[in-house]
């Protein structure tokens, strides 16, 4: 299956840039992510436990990341082994545009699933993938941005907009 | 008055006694002394190259006996295509290896290529999984559509072949210039492109086999769900395991159902039967209902570009076909015929129409194989043509009775040879098509499209007049065509000293009432109660040899067997009666289970013949044979050619694109019916399976070769809201000119002859609600498929 969309990020493709690099923020995006280790530059190893549909399965595999262009685009591609669920892979190009102060972050997601997974879930993976990226790309800006503001007044008194966990860690 | 026994009395299944009490005995209610259980790692991608599998940590897991991998069986035989066929151009199919387990390369999801036996299923089942996690297989891009498949010599299902293609073969090829002159100068020509959908066989009992190893005399036993045992053995013995024959014993007890899906040799019986010998003890294994998805053979998958070339008043001249058959990622034991001679021979219908030609090219692709299944072939090419001739009605403007009554073969015009090779020995098209008519009420139909139309339905009727040969098969002939093994069948018909009946027949019964009906003939010839003979199948040991049954053939091909035994019994017993009753034997006539001197009152029961054949006190020792056993082989001079004419109506909801099967009319020509409610109830479930094909059930391949509907939340099996009260009716009867019993055939018909009458139906239900534009659409006919094509 295929899908595509855009967010809007309040922060800067630099800090969006960053994130994106962080095993951390991946960590803490990808749904169901138990563990995550590595680097950029090396890949990441990762388990994520999901259920699809029926089927529910703790998936080991390795996340890389690929034709980077710094700052603008990059590939995530991710591939796991579900066991007796079977498999699931895709790949996501993530590209960043600056937008006004902030940046638009388009993403082009493909992902497939094979095993029992496909033959007991297949009715149901378009829209568990959509969930997932969309899940992902939620946590994300969050993690950038801090969380929505329910009614946009500030809690804490002060003028600045609330800060991303991510944000916060860098000090921006 | 109905009869209450014998030859045409609807008695009531005896078998059923047993199977809707829980009683039957199936093979996975075994259970043996010292049992282990096997399970099969199976691959989860389409295609892929087996890099390495590491066995040690499953090899070390609790209760683990053995682990098996394709290494382990690449020296054994391939399981073999029973059937040779010649491209168009004389070079033989390409026929690949098809091993026990897959080595080198795995080529379907599902295609099994390692297995583990344990103590337990459990542990089996946890050491597979390791076994899968610890295999390390390369995947490749998969080959999934067919066209893709012939054009890319790059990917390819099997290394040595290089465009996926096994044969391309034309029937007739001499027919081929006539046929495209006589399209070319035709004043009309019809085109359709249709797929015929694959299908999933889906019988209620899933696969299983139990192997044996009795290493006292060396000797196998396979208790497996088998259609065939004779065959399975032979396969096994001869082709695969390279054993003697009498080494190895098949038995196929109470099987539910198979459809076609256990014809065939698969690689989980020899591997079965290889552990039982490596391990010295019963080795069982039951497919789960996801590997029965995955590894039975599938059915249908063709796409057909078919041609009618006619007159402007609808007289048929001419029909061509282009069809791609899918064979999946192997040949099963009868996928070459089924596209080919089960499918070509029949693309003249019951038709008078002299210019036919067929072209099938085979393709591999990364998918299960396909095979024949209920129908296997005669209902791709009832499809083709049923639907095409509807489509040139609709282009004309003719009606599609009187075009069927123009173009059918007459009564007088039997035997006749068809363009495509096959001669029909008798029939009367007209006859079942007059009766099909009468029973739906084709003159009333106007008030009920009315009735529907209030109820905002649209309402339509669709019409299949099909033909197909069964009673398979003629051995001199199919060996003419490419059979590797002849197609007739045995009987032995055994009285006991106390007057009971055993019969033993080659004919293998997995749902279809033999044990019924075969008890019934024997009963009507010999003048015996039903109840004193007993009908045993489904054992090598026991059995003398048997082809199974498919193809409709039981009745046509072992009945006659059974027949001509029960002859040879009549005959002795008269030689008996002779001589007890001091007459000539020309004298002795036979009935009503009396031998009796012509002209006299001196008599002998059938009891007291078979008494004396045991205790030969007063018998004619020194020139016959004391016992009463005889056994009969029957090979039949032809196929035999069911035919009739289906009527559907369907209401089709305009605004979700629902299809209901509103009523539904079988006109039959069987031959001679033995039984009528058994006719009628294989009538019911191959019409059930036909609607099944033509509305639900359809199997989903992604491109990367993921089946998609692998369970029964995504494959959808017609339920009993899907499919009406049947109207059957079998009183047209032309018998069967080449059988002693003059009888057709009837378990396939259903199948056969209803997916084009509702395909019709739902078009013309459309074209009176003013979708004219709607000229097809592919099977399963689904909601969805029906809303688009309206809103299209």
């Known amino acids: 299956m295929e899908l595509k969309d855009q967010r809007d990020i309040n922060a800067s493709p630099e800090i969006v840039w960053a994130a994106i690099l962080d095993p951390e923020v991946l960590k803490a995006c990808v749904p169901g992510c138990e563990s995550m280790t590595g680097s950029p530059e090396e890949g990441y190893e990762a388990v994520v436990v999901q259920k699809v549909g029926p089927v529910k399965a703790k998936f080991t595999g390795v996340v890389t990341l690929s034709d980077i262009v710094e700052g603008r685009e990059v590939t995530i591609t991710g591939e796991g082994k579900g066991g007796p669920a079977g498999f699931a892979k895709g790949g996501a190009k993530v590209t960043l545009t600056p937008e006004g102060d902030g940046t638009r972050l388009s993403y082009d997601v493909d992902a497939k699933v094979g095993g029992k997974l496909a033959q007991l879930g297949s009715r149901i993976i378009d829209g568990f993938a959509k969930k997932m990226a969309d899940q992902f790309f939620a946590r994300f800006q969050e993690a950038v941005e801090g969380p929505p503001e329910p009614d946009g007044t500030e809690l804490d008194g002060s003028d600045q907009p609330k800060k991303g966990w991510f944000k916060r860690v860098l000090g921006g | ?792």
């Open chain 2, 1 to 792: 008055m109905p009869k209450d026994q014998g030859i045409g009395a609807s008695s009531k299944r005896r078998e059923d006694v047993r199977f809707l009490t829980g009683r039957g005995v199936y093979t996975d209610d075994l259970s043996l002394h010292g049992q282990t259980h096997a399970v099969f790692v199976r691959s989860t991608v389409a295609h892929g190259r087996i890099k390495a599998i590491d066995t040690a940590a499953a090899a070390a897991m609790p209760g683990v006996l053995a682990v098996f991998t394709g290494e382990d069986f690449k020296d054994m035989g391939g399981n073999p295509a029973g059937w040779l066929i010649n491209s168009r151009n004389g070079e033989p199919m390409r026929e690949p290896k098809r091993p026990v387990l897959a080595h080198g390369k795995v080529r379907h999801v599902g295609d099994a290529y390692a297995a583990v036996v344990a103590e337990t299923f459990q542990q089996a089942k946890d050491a597979a999984q390791q076994l899968a996690d610890d295999s390390d297989i390369e995947e490749l891009p998969a080959i999934v559509d067919m066209a893709a498949a012939l054009a890319d010599s790059s990917n390819r299902v099997h290394d040595e072949i290089p465009d996926n293609q096994c044969f391309d073969w034309g029937w007739i090829e001499d027919n081929r210039a006539a046929v495209d002159a006589a399209i070319k100068a035709a004043p009309h020509v019809t085109t359709l492109e249709l797929v015929n959908n694959r299908l999933v066989p889906n019988a209620m009992e899933p696969r299983a086999s139990i192997g044996e190893y009795f290493p006292g005399t060396g000797d196998y036993k396979l208790t497996t769900t088998s259609q065939n045992p004779h065959l399975h053995r032979l396969l096994i013995a001869a082709f695969v395991m390279g054993m003697p024959e009498n080494k190895l014993t098949v038995v196929a007890p109470d099987v539910g159902g198979g459809f076609g899906s256990k014809i065939y040799h698969y690689g989980e019986e020899a591997v079965v039967l290889a552990a039982a010998k490596k391990l010295a003890r019963p080795v069982r294994w039951t497919a789960e209902r996801s590997e029965s998805f995955l590894s039975d053979a599938h059915g249908r998958d063709h796409v057909t570009k078919i041609e009618l070339a006619c007159e402007k008043d609808g007289t048929f001249i001419a029909f061509r076909t282009e069809t791609m058959a899918n064979v999946g990622a192997y040949l099963s034991n009868f996928s070459t015929a089924t596209p080919t001679f089960l499918h070509g021979t029949l693309m003249a219908g019951p038709y008078k129409v002299p210019n036919v030609y067929v072209n099938v090219k085979t393709v591999f692709t990364n998918t299960a194989p396909v095979d024949a299944y209920r129908g296997a072939g005669r209902p791709e090419a009832t499809f083709s043509l049923e639907r095409v001739i509807d489509k040139m009605c609709r282009e004309l403007g003719l009606d599609p009775f009187e075009v069927r009554r123009k173009n059918l073969l007459t009564k007088d015009m039997f035997p006749y040879t068809t363009p495509v090779g096959l001669a029909y020995d008798t029939g009367d098209y007209h006859a079942t098509l007059d009766k099909a008519m009468a029973m739906a009420d084709v003159a009333g139909f106007e008030a009920r499209r009315a009735e529907s139309a209030k109820k905002g339905k649209l309402r339509g009727m669709g019409l299949s007049t099909w033909i197909e040969a069964c009673g398979i098969a003629p051995s001199n002939l199919v060996g003419v065509l490419g059979s590797r093994v002849g197609l007739y069948d045995a009987a032995t018909v055994r009285v006991n000293a106390t007057g009971n009946i055993s019969v033993m027949t080659g004919a293998h019964s997995h749902g279809q009432g033999h044990e019924t009906v075969f008890a019934q003939i024997v009963a009507e010839k010999l003048g015996v109660p039903e109840a004193s003979v007993e009908i045993v199948h489904g054992d090598t040991s026991k059995i003398p040899f048997g082809m199974g049954s498919y193809g409709s053939r039981s009745l046509a091909v072992c009945g006659s067997a059974m027949n001509r035994a029960v002859d040879k019994i009549i005959a002795k017993g008269k030689k008996i009666a002779a001589h007890m009753l001091e007459a000539a034997e020309d004298d002795i006539t036979f009935e009503n289970g009396n031998f009796s001197v012509a002209g006299t009152d001196k008599a002998k029961s059938f009891g007291e013949i078979a008494f004396s054949a045991y205790v030969p006190h007063n018998y004619p020792l020194e020139t016959l044979e004391p016992g009463l056993e005889e056994t009969a082989f029957y090979d039949p001079a032809n196929f035999t050619y069911p035919a009739g004419a289906y009527i559907c109506e369907v209401e089709v909801d305009p605004d979700t694109g629902k299809v209901d099967v509103a009523a539904f009319y079988c006109a039959d020509d069987f031959g001679n019916v033995m039984n009528p409610m058994i006719v009628e109830g294989q009538v019911h479930g191959g019409v059930g399976q036909g609607i099944g094909q033509a509305l639900c059930e359809n199997t989903s391949y992604d491109e990367s070769g993921q089946l998609l509907s692998g369970s029964y939340m995504d494959y959808a099996m017609p339920r009993a809201d899907d499919v009406p009260f049947y109207n059957v009716d079998y009183s047209c009867q032309t018998p069967c000119t080449h059988n002693p019993l003059g009888v057709k055939g009837c378990g396939e018909a259903g199948a056969i002859g209803s997916p084009p009458a509702v395909v019709n139906a739902v078009i013309d239900a459309l074209h009176r609600g003013g979708h004219t534009h709607v000229t097809h659409i592919d099977m399963p006919v689904s909601p969805s498929r029906v809303w688009s094509a309206i809103n299209g």
